[in-house]
Nanobody
Framework: QVQLVESGGGLVQPGGSLALSCAASGSIFKIAAMGWYRQVPGKQRELVAAISEELRAIYADAVKGRITISRDNAKNTVNLQMNSLTPEDTAVYYC??????????????WGPGTQVTVSS
């Protein structure tokens, strides 16, 4: 019923920039937080950035200063602007959101992931 759709992944050269976008749709009452995670084969998924409904943001130390997260509460979208990318940023990036379908508890939802490859 609830879907997260990601876009913007692809190939970028080292030092380049890339913007990811994620849109949540369905019977949504409230989105309390949205974020981006990334994962490489053989390693656990790690937080990249997250942002609250009040637009308060947190970042992983590895990306702080290079990546900016933003959201549009009216459109239920979250974006990730990535700059000064390095090969270490290569991963599958996943959109995450804590969503309530009605007044009450929140549940975590994930997008299918989008590949980001930083290479010459």
């Amino acid at each position: 019923q609830v879907q997260l759709v990601e876009s913007g992944g692809g190939l970028v050269q080292p030092g380049g920039s890339l913007a990811l976008s994620c849109a949540a749709s369905g019977s949504i009452f409230k989105i309390a937080a949205m974020g981006w995670y990334r994962q490489v084969p053989g390693k656990q998924r790690e937080l990249v950035a997250a942002i609250s409904e009040e637009l308060r943001a947190i970042y992983a130390d590895a990306v702080k200063g290079r990546i900016t997260i933003s959201r549009d509460n009216a459109k239920n979208t979250v974006n990730l602007q990535m700059n000064s990318l390095t090969p270490e940023d290569t991963a599958v990036y996943y959109c995450n959101a804590y969503i309530a379908l009605a007044p009450g508890p929140l549940s975590s939802y994930w997008g299918p992931g989008t590949q980001v490859t930083v290479s010459s």
